[in-house]
């Protein structure tokens, strides 16, 4: 697809010349409702698990649509008497499940199907949180995503302003997701090596033990848990916590690699080149060391990591974007200095990693969504799409048409994008960001023409039945960029300022989404 109107000569010019500066955001959320799985029940294990399950749907605003829910019991488990649906401050309804569910049985568990009335004229959700309660007093509950209507969501930094800050303005503005880049490292600060006579992971430098590969684990189930408990959680607990309490949905985008782990005994983050290679990469003057431990090895990494957040969070965050425009990697790596190594101009390695990080997730949680925001200044992108999102279960789009100038404002772009994408595939296809800087004026930005695109473009996303819109993003970075400073808009996308004083456009994005319901 043409990113500006010139002939093709002149295109690959300054394609070439794009990608130099071009910066890569994800984030989304589409239409359509799916379910979060329980691993919590009187008597449940590892191996029998209560779950809940729910048919993909969109629910326009304007429809009434019913909800299949399909809830398994393993047998010898007692079955809940009732479930308790929460739909918000709107409404709180009690099923029946032993006399509305349709009950199937099977050799090893009991499977009843119910549905529920949802108006989309009444409830706006992001989800649904569903209690089932048993006769002793025990309950477990689920989170069920549930997307009624256009969806509303901002790209934010984490500990880039206090948090609470963050939050009250994402509440103020009224957007349904919070999408944020959640740091590999922070969770998981070193790779992870792997006893196969035990079956169990293996911490530190021990050089008696070699990374896995995907093979050796994958189908594991129990090998997520026990990985899971040698990781560090608070700090994301909490985090998670601050934005529910809020009714904001967390979308992360997880298995960056710029954030990837590091080897045991090194300061050089994993990568996955052959075994003893190494290379630098650097972001914006720092920069960072790596060292190979082969693509499989690199791959078993991402998939627990995927699998554990997904199980942990099952009951709190629905939806999960895997890595981040994976199929614009390449000039990530040879462009942007983002990345480092060969395997991420191998667009076949990039297909394995966006599947393997999707069956992480269906193995943490068979319930949980996942997206990837595509970058559509790739040329490729629309083949890549049709190629690659088997395992998704919504499609993410990232724009910056004006990344380079100011006027005239390119928002058409996301029509086409939208348009070409939904050809596609019938599934959700989401916006997950986009933005327009407020400047330099030396460069004709200006906050009047940062409001113009942000009309303009949440506009023709809904009008071209786009399911969602994700602005990049809530506030600018602190800093000054230089005279000569080619990526100087770098510092002029937010809706605030870093002192957090909004600017014209946080009024306007609160006017739209507050005018969309």
């Not at 309804?93 to 009950?103: A, C, H, P, Q, V």
């Not at 791959?299 to 997904?310: E, G, M, R, T, V």
């Not at 473009?457 to 000054?480: K, M, R, V």
């Amino acid at each position: 697809m043409k990113f500006i109107p010139l002939d093709v000569k002149n295109y690959l010019t300054w394609y070439s010349k794009t990608l130099r500066f071009c910066l890569t955001f994800l984030v989304f959320i589409p239409a359509i409702i799916l379910s979060g799985c329980s691993e919590k029940s009187p008597s449940s294990s590892a191996q029998n698990r209560i779950w809940i399950k729910a048919e993909p749907v969109w629910i326009s605003p304007a429809e009434n649509r019913a909800v299949t829910f399909s809830l398994g019991i393993p047998k010898g488990i007692k079955m809940p008497g009732e479930a308790v649906l929460d739909l918000g401050p709107l409404n709180q309804e009690k099923i029946d499940l032993l006399e509305n569910g349709e009950r199937k049985s099977s050799p090893t568990e009991i499977i009843y199907r119910f549905q529920v009335e949802i108006d989309g004229r009444l409830y706006r959700l992001n989800h649904l949180d569903l209690t089932l309660k048993w006769p002793e007093g025990t309950q477990a509950s689920i989170l069920v995503p549930i997307l009624v209507g256009f969806q509303w969501g901002v790209v934010f930094i984490p500990g880039q302003r206090n948090l609470s800050d963050q939050v009250g303005n994402m509440k103020d503005l009224g957007v349904d997701f919070g999408r944020f880049w959640l740091d590999w490292s922070k969770i998981q600060v070193t790779a992870f090596r792997f006893n196969p006579a035990a079956q169990e992971v293996v911490w530190g430098n021990n050089s008696a033990y070699s990374y896995p590969s995907l093979e050796s684990i994958a189908g594991n189930s129990n090998l997520i848990d026990e990985y899971a408990n040698h990781l560090t959680w608070t700090e994301f607990d909490t985090f998670v916590q601050n934005l529910r309490s809020a009714g904001i949905a967390p979308l992360p985008l997880i298995a960056d690699a710029t954030t990837a782990p590091l080897a045991p005994g090194t300061q050089a983050r994993i990568a996955p080149e052959d075994t003893g290679w190494t290379g630098s990469a650097c972001i914006l003057g720092t920069c960072v060391d790596y060292v190979g431990i082969g693509r499989d090895a690199y791959l078993a990494q991402a998939y627990l990591h995927a699998a554990a957040l997904a199980r942990r969070y099952r009951d709190r965050i629905g939806i999960w974007n895997l890595e981040n425009e994976l199929n614009w990697a390449y000039v990530h790596t040879g462009v942007a200095g983002w990345r480092v190594g060969n395997a991420w101009s191998d667009p076949e390695f990039c297909r394995r990693i966006l599947k393997t990080l999707a069956d992480g997730i269906k193995a943490g949680n068979p319930s949980a969504l996942a997206t990837m925001n595509f970058n559509i200044h790739d040329p490729a992108y629309l083949q890549k799409i049709s190629d690659w999102t088997g395992p998704l279960d919504l499609i993410g789009l990232g724009a910056y048409p004006n990344y380079l100038f100011a006027s005239p404002i390119m928002s058409s772009l996301l029509a086409d994008a939208v348009l070409n994408t939904k050809g596609l595939t019938d599934k959700p296809v989401l916006v997950l960001e986009t933005g327009y800087p407020s400047g330099p004026a030396a460069k004709g930005y200006s906050e009047n023409l940062q409001v113009q695109y942000l009309s303009k473009s949440t506009l023709i996303t809904s009008e071209n039945a786009g399911a969602g819109y994700f602005y990049f993003h809530l506030e600018d970075p602190p800093g000054t960029p230089g005279p000569n400073d080619l990526q100087a808009v770098e510092y002029y996308w937010g809706l605030t300022y870093p002192d957090g004083t909004t600017k014209p456009a946080y009024g306007e994005f609160k006017s739209l989404i507050e005018n969309s319901r």
